[in-house]
């Protein structure tokens, strides 16, 4: 079950990247492709874009929440002796 978490994120950013795709082009898309921490920052001063479709905003509180619950439980594995 410890594969689920890095799943989620990877499928949430894999969503932001698509997007900043359709609104920024090219360069700015594989720019978030590699620096996946680009298109973190990107996607949270984008969401408000509705423009796209399902709004950015719901993939990143997805990704985010993906984020902070894989913090918590790997630091409750790792306390649990």
């Not at 408000?48 to 993906?66: C, D, F, H, Q, R």
């Amino acid at each position: 079950m410890e594969f689920l978490g890095p799943i989620v994120i990877y499928i949430a950013g894999i969503a932001v990247v698509i997007k900043m795709f359709q609104k920024e082009g090219l360069l700015k898309g594989l720019l978030g492709l590699f620096c996946l921490l680009y298109a973190f920052i990107w996607g949270w001063q984008n969401t408000n874009e509705t423009s796209l479709g399902l709004p950015v905003k719901t993939w990143m509180y997805i990704w985010t929440g993906a984020w902070i619950l894989g913090l918590v439980l790997n630091f409750a594995a790792s306390s649990g002796g």
